[in-house]
């Protein structure tokens, strides 16, 4: 998997740029991944909801191809764009997403702090109380908040064309975490976002980044 280091980038652009990777490739096409920190924006899935948008601002609001709602993209975010023949890999959807949500999950593992899937919601999540606590999730009573106690460290959004993926994740390492006040992270109203520097871990992006490409690299080789 050939790795590329975007740097500090807006959002306009990479998209496109994505998708005509996708389209040009060829079954030989060497697998790559494109890590990236954007400027200040708002993302909408495919199905996006502008609800969710409580209050903007001057933030710039961008409609993607992606699945899922609104996210917050922002310095300090490592954000990471694997594009992935999922043929070669001779897997689905479903595992393609579980294997993103693992490279994360390894990802803070390494930092000492335990991440969880909330069924049905894809990212990762932690406990506010004690985000380094092994224990699993309890069951959600029926009618129940999934994210009681919780707080939300990576986003994950992605769009499959052909069986080749774009788009991908982000992970909050030491952001300004106020633009996701402004909105309905993910289409949950008062969910509740943290990063890695408000459970205490002092990181920098760098440092954030090469711990993620190297779990991604691995949860995706063919």
Partial sequence: MRLRWLGRRSHAGIEDEMRAFTEAREPGTEDELWLVEHDPVYTLGVAGRR?????PGDIPVVQTNRGGQVTYHGPGQVV??????????????????????AAVLQTMQSLAVTGHRVRS????????????????LPPVAPGGDPFAGLGKIAALGVKITRHCTYHGLALNVAMDLEPFLRIDPCGHAGLRTVDLRSLGLTLGWSEAADLLAARLRAQLAP
């Fill in 80 to 101: 990471a764009y694997p594009l992935v023949d999922l043929r070669r890999l001779g897997i689905y959807a479903r595992e393609y997403v579980f294997r993103l949500e």
């Fill in 51 to 55: 609800q969710h948008l409580l209050a």
């Fill in 121 to 136: 919601a894809p990212g990762i999540y932690v406990r506010l109380d004690d985000p380094g606590d092994h224990a699993a």
